[in-house]
């Protein structure tokens, strides 16, 4: 497959037209179509549908887009690799957005010169990105033993009880773990690793947890918390801007503490430039 071939599929797909592809891709518009359909033969697959009016990707073309657009970050990783400045990093939506830009910065001011390419996205997206080779470090919520990759813990991020102001939980400075039977939960993102983390807490009795909405964020469980739709277990450092700002009140629960343990995670076969290693030990003393 040509990878210039690929750029054009891209951008036909973020456009929905091939003049406008055309366009940003600096091409004729006869020569990005003409790229589009050698891609298709090369796949065997019909990758979109023409239209008077436009084009739009096919099923099979939504699926191919990730893997073109790993196979065109690998092009970039490889023509730099002979000179690397940069470490690729993946990270699972919570690390990526609550917990990652502190980090990134200091790493960055650390390392005159050395700039981090953050990717974001689900739990299963980062691993599969790692898999490819797009990236060279996922930091993840959650992991599955595999032989491929080597994982070690480089966080714990404590768990609170987020809940609206003037809630009947407010002011206290724990609740014991019990309450939390008697309340609709809001779930957020899933395979985050929550659900595990209950049960090795509360064993059996995790079956018993009530999940009266699954909202598929945490952005969107805080904002259901602050309009009272119930309350939710997230990790602290997702809400210290709102903790801050009285729009929503965080709780610990009381005993042993709810702590998420975060894994660094590498292929076996990892590379060997600066960048990675530095970015390594970095994440790994980082407090």
Known sequence: MNVEHIQSFLAVGRFGSFRDAARERGLSQPAVSRQVLALEASLGTRLVVRKRSGCQLTQEGERFVEYAETMVRLQARAQEFLRPRQVAVGASSNIGIYLLPNLVRAFEDAHPGLTVD??????????????????????????????????????REPLVVIIPPGHAWSGRTSIPSDWLFDEGLLGGERGTGTGALLRERFGARASELRIARQLGSTEAVKEAVKNRLGVSLVMAAAVRDEVAAGSIAAVPVEGAALAKRLYCVTRRRAPGHAPFADFLTFIQSAP
């Not at 953050?118 to 898999?131: H, P, S, V, Y």
């Not at 080779?133 to 993840?140: E, R, Y």
Request: no cysteine.
């Open 118 to 155: 953050l990717t974001i996205g689900t739990n299963e997206m980062i691993t599969r990105q790692l898999d490819l080779g797009a990236i060279d470090v996922a930091l993840v919520e959650w992991f599955v033993e595999t032989p491929r990759f080597v994982a070690t813990v480089w966080r």
